[in-house]
């Protein structure tokens, strides 16, 4: 069993309320627009982190995390990318990655929107956390947490913060 907290969009941001919302996961992923290489390690140093970049991290961020990860953590097969749509819209090279590594959880960032959707057609669970950061489109700052379980997804859980800065 394993705790996830997922996150993205932080856009340099990672302050006490996304801290105490991890505090008991196990790991962090961060689905892109990170912001910085020096956030990313910040967040590493909380919490080990796995992390793709979006397209506003710089080449720093870009030489470290990769743009796309697939892997396989608690018998679930996980593609995780910065841009990548949702079920029935989905980016043609996630749609590509989507059919080659049948992924049973799909995370993707960028549109700065929760979003938690089953896809049956390609039988996974989707996930966008939101926007986690101070910048972009969003109204209100989102991140997830959730358990994998031995080939199951479950207790996942929605924080929301106003978009605003403080602890």
């Avoid at 941001?13 to 996304?18: C, G, I, N, Q």
């Avoid at 989707?126 to 959730?146: E, K, Q, S, W, Y």
């Amino acid at each position: 069993m394993k705790k996830i907290g997922l996150l993205s969009d932080t856009h340099y941001h990672f302050d006490d309320k996304l801290r105490r919302f991890f505090a008991d996961v196990d790991e962090l992923w961060h689905a892109g627009d990170i912001g910085s290489l020096e956030l990313a390690d910040e967040i590493a140093a909380f919490k080990p982190l796995r992390a793709v970049s979006g397209n506003c991290d710089d080449f720093h961020v870009r030489t470290i995390h990769p743009e796309m990860q697939c892997f396989t953590e608690e018998r679930i097969v996980v593609l995780m990318m910065h841009i990548g749509g949702y079920p029935g819209n989905y980016a043609p090279e996630a749609r590509r990655l989507i059919e080659m590594h049948r992924p049973k959880l799909f995370i993707s960032g960028h549109s700065h929107i929760l979003k938690v959707m089953n896809d049956r057609h390609y039988d996974l669970l989707h996930i966008n956390p939101g926007g986690a950061g101070l910048r972009g489109i969003h109204v209100v700052r989102t991140a997830v947490r959730f358990v994998l379980d031995n080939g199951n997804i479950r207790d996942l859980e929605v924080g929301e913060w106003a978009k605003k800065t403080g602890g």
